[in-house]
Nanobody
């Protein structure tokens, strides 16, 4: 059974940094796609970034490009989302999710993902 466990959310001031982690348990293949999504109150869930684990391709939403970095430690089955220069508009619940493959066209399409983490709250406020 596939399970994703997230950690690392919290509250920071604008300009601060946070690192989220997502451990993927039990995925049938060693090669897969991990995506990060976020959902703020009253807004739709949006795809933030994604990475394929083999070969490695990364995808970023324009609003986070240059500030967020996604990475994967295959030995630990752990995905990381390093978030720098955080802004109040980054405030949301963040979710990781997994599916077999993703590309630039579909990495942000949430309906395609097979399993989701429980979510972790990120709050950026002064």
């Amino acid at each position: 059974q596939v399970q994703l466990v997230e950690s690392g959310g919290g509250s920071v001031q604008p300009g601060g940094s946070l690192r989220l982690s997502c451990v993927v348990f039990g995925y049938i293949s060693s090669s897969y796609c991990v995506g990060w999504f976020r959902q703020a109150p009253g807004k739709e869930r949006e795809g933030v970034t994604a990475v394929t684990t083999g070969p490695t391709y990364t995808f970023y939403h324009g609003s986070v490009k240059g500030r967020f970095t996604i990475s994967q430690d295959n030995a630990k089955n752990t995905n990381y989302l390093q978030m720098n220069s955080l802004k109040p508009e980054d405030t949301a619940m963040y979710y990781c999710a997994v599916k077999s493959w993703c590309g630039v066209v579909d990495y942000a399409r949430s309906v395609d993902y097979e399993q989701w983490g429980q979510g972790t709250q990120v709050t950026v406020s002064s």
